[in-house]
């Protein structure tokens, strides 16, 4: 229905963006790749899939064309919806996820919250031989935010991929312990290093 939309970020929250186009406002659901790119006040393209579950639509935002694609063959793999998709976009990169699929490394697939041994597995068998024809351009890097805001987004983030806001926030304080180094890191990199405790 929508292929993609052009406008000015209004919002950006971890995996949340609103982007208004004209005199409407869209809320879309974006990988973290995705949101890292985006900037509130600058204009953006997302393009876009309109996912519809028990009559509840959502709309997903994605920086490339070939990351949408790669998401519509994730989404349709059976027992993969959307939280799922925007998981392993967040975790990996495209062209990592397309690696890990490729050759059927369903343990690194099972690193991603909410990928169990047999999505991990279906998604391989699935898409192994299809999932290559894709061309997958790769993103461009972050910017470093302030450090306060960086945890809110982070927060966010890890509670849209399945976390309790307590368990995130708890997540990131060891993270912080851990690894000094990560304390101005983009929000991309405190949510995956979280991922990867």
Not at 48 to 66: E, K, N, Q, Y
Not at 92 to 118: N, P
Not at 120 to 127: D, H, N
Request: include cysteine.
């Amino acid at each position: 229905m929508y292929d993609h939309l052009v406008g000015e970020v209004i919002e950006k929250l971890g995996s949340r963006a609103v982007l208004r186009v004209v005199d409407t406002g869209y809320e879309l659901k974006v990988s973290l790749s995705t949101a890292s790119q985006l900037k509130v006040g600058a204009r953006a393209t997302l393009y876009t899939i309109l996912h519809v579950v028990d009559g509840m639509p959502s709309m997903l935002g994605f920086a490339t064309r070939s990351e949408r694609e790669l998401a519509r063959k994730l989404l349709g793999t059976s027992g993969v919806g959307p939280s799922i998709a925007l998981s392993i976009l967040s975790h990996y990169s495209a062209a990592e996820a397309v690696e890990a699929i490729a050759t059927s490394d369903a343990a690194a697939l099972k690193r991603v919250k909410g990928v169990g041994q047999k999505t991990a597995e279906r998604l391989c068998l699935e898409l192994r031989d299809s999932i290559r024809k894709l061309e997958i351009t790769p993103s461009v890097g972050n910017k470093a935010s302030q450090p306060a805001a960086l945890d809110e987004d982070a927060t966010l983030a890890l509670q849209t991929l399945g976390y309790s806001e307590k368990e995130a926030r708890e997540k990131l304080a060891k993270v912080r312990e851990k690894r000094p180094e990560l304390l101005a890191a983009p929000t991309e990199d405190l949510v995956k290093a979280v991922l990867q405790m």
